[in-house]
């Protein structure tokens, strides 16, 4: 079974720090996809990564894949109450299958 | 507004019922993918269909059972329902049929299913 873990599961932070946030796993994902969900609604896709150790910055974002493609960080730069959420890594495992981590709940307080 | 629409957005119903969900993915995608997230399982695959024909299976129940009709909306069928049933219910669709986690998936509201 093909599992991502995330880490940490929720995050509390001031308006204005960074953060890390981790997705893991002990098997190779031919790519890795980050979404954002808020209450109420569905995920939205904020990046794909394909490529081992490729990085992709989306504004105050910046998402990297790692080189053996198990793993992805994404980091957020200065962080902004509108960045409150339900953070899902995503990869594309074995069978055409969307593996999706637990999330990163994330509380930007202003 | 992603352009998948799902009703209803919320359904309240009792053990061993039967419900139907529906969603309506956005125009000209041929796939839709149905998802369930709940606390302790997280954002979990079911079943994926594409223009019609079923293209991959995740962790669905045999309870469980999908569709998607000629006009490409799609209906997931639950039936003897338990109290682990509660739960969010996505609806996604894509333009593609093949690889996921390349293209883009668009999720719809979700219905909240609660089982009482």
């Known amino acids: 079974t093909q599992l991502l873990e995330q880490s940490p599961q929720f995050l509390s932070i001031q308006e204005g720090e960074n953060l890390t946030v981790y997705c893991n796993s002990s098997s190779v994902f031919s790519s890795l996809q980050w979404y954002r969900q808020e209450p109420g609604e569905g995920p939205v896709l904020l990046v794909t990564v394909v490529t081992g150790g490729e990085v992709k910055k989306l504004k105050r974002l910046t998402f990297q894949f790692g080189d053996a493609r198990k793993d992805s960080s994404l980091h957020i730069t200065a962080a902004q109450p509108g960045d409150t959420g339900l953070y899902l890594c995503?990869?594309?495992?074995?069978?055409?299958?969307?593996?999706f981590g637990a999330g990163t709940i994330l509380r930007v307080k202003s | 507004d992603s352009g998948v629409t799902q009703t209803p957005k919320h359904l309240i119903t009792a053990t061993g019922q039967r419900v139907t969900l529906r969603c309506s993915p956005r125009?000209?995608?041929?796939?839709v993918y149905w998802y369930q997230q709940s606390l302790d399982q997280g954002l979990q695959f079911l079943i994926q269909y594409y223009n019609g024909e079923e293209r991959a299976k995740g962790n669905i129940l045999e309870r469980f059972s999908a569709q998607q009709f000629p006009d490409l909306h799609s209906e997931l069928n639950l039936s003897s329902l338990e109290l682990g049933d509660s739960a969010l219910y996505f609806c996604a669709s894509s333009v593609e049929g093949v690889a996921v986690g390349l293209g883009t998936q668009y999720f719809g509201p979700g219905t909240r299913l609660t089982v009482l």
């Open positions: 995503a990869g594309a495992g074995r069978g055409n299958k969307l593996v």
């Open positions: 125009s000209g995608d041929l796939s």
